[in-house]
């Protein structure tokens, strides 16, 4: 990340260690970051806020914020919250795939062309949300 990142949006997926979902919100965000919306959007590790760093913590504060859970404990929403941030989207990976059943995923470790295919259509939504919430920024 620069040091001229005031106005970018940052994703914060789960971390969904274990999980297909944790890894297609993995994914996703990377598409985000990386393909979809370079220079608007950034990440964010969820372990760091969870472990406490400060500097963190400072980041979720000062950006917006989209998370992507993976799961229903909904760990990326519960720590931005912890750290006194606030989401301004939240995903769930599972709503996602509920319209797209047939796109299952072929293992945590290995996502297969299902599996990024669904990352795809994720990111696609979380991509918009973050043209939305420049949008509303420059009004």
């Known amino acids: 990340m620069s040091d001229n990142d005031d106005d970018k949006v940052l994703i914060i997926p789960c971390s969904g260690i274990g999980r297909a979902f944790g890894s297609v919100g993995r994914e996703a965000t990377y598409m985000v970051v990386e393909e979809m919306r370079p220079g608007e959007a950034d990440t964010l590790c969820l372990s760091l806020l969870t472990m ?9 504060r000062k950006h917006q914020v989209i998370t992507i859970d993976g799961c229903p404990t909904a760990c990326a929403e519960m720590n931005v919250k912890s750290a006194g941030g606030r989401s301004a989207a939240n995903f ?11 796109l299952k995923v072929k293992s945590v470790l290995h996502l297969g062309e299902p599996g990024r295919k669904l990352a795809r259509f994720l990111g696609e939504k979380v991509a918009a949300t973050v043209d939305a919430m420049k949008m509303k920024e420059d009004m």
Do not use: L, M, N, S
């Open 52 to 60: 406490g760093d400060e500097e963190a913590k400072q980041r979720v």
């Open 92 to 102: 769930k990976v599972v709503d996602t795939y509920r319209e797209h059943r047939e």
